[in-house]
């Protein structure tokens, strides 16, 4: 059973910075393409980021363009997301989730999903 489990969410003051983690098991992480999902507090979930199985392509949302980067380390079967210059409209519950079918971006169809780790970005 692949699982996929994010971890380095924490409450942090506007222009912090945070590293969060997403650890695959049960699988090998190159054999997916990977994505990072948020959803805010009243608001529907929302694509971040994603990054293609082997790490040479990613895609990010506009509004945290030049903020964050998406990464991968197979060899460690983890997914990463680097978050700069955090703002308040950055809180949410951050998801990991992986494509089996080696798809790139917000549409595809995400195989396995994590349960989520909380940053709280305050004013």
């Known amino acids: 059973q692949v699982q996929l489990v994010e971890t380095g969410g924490r409450l942090v003051q506007a222009g912090d910075s945070l590293r969060l983690s997403c650890a695959v098991s049960?699988?090998?992480?190159?054999?997916?393409?990977m994505g990072w999902f948020r959803q805010a507090p009243g608001k529907e979930r929302e694509f971040v980021a994603a990054?293609?199985?082997?790490?040479?392509?990613?895609s990010t949302v506009s509004s945290v363009k030049g903020r964050f980067t998406i990464s991968r380390d197979n060899d460690k079967n983890t997914l990463y997301l680097q978050m700069n210059s955090l703002k308040p409209e950055d809180t949410g519950v951050y998801y990991c989730?992986?494509?089996?079918?080696?798809?790139?971006?917000?549409?595809?169809?995400?195989?396995?999903w994590g349960p989520g780790t909380q940053v709280t970005v305050s004013s």
């Open positions: 990054i293609n199985d082997s790490g040479g392509a990613t």
């Open positions: 989730a992986a494509d089996q079918n080696y798809c790139l971006g917000s549409k595809c169809k995400y195989d396995y």
């Open positions: 049960g699988g090998t992480v190159s054999a997916y393409a």
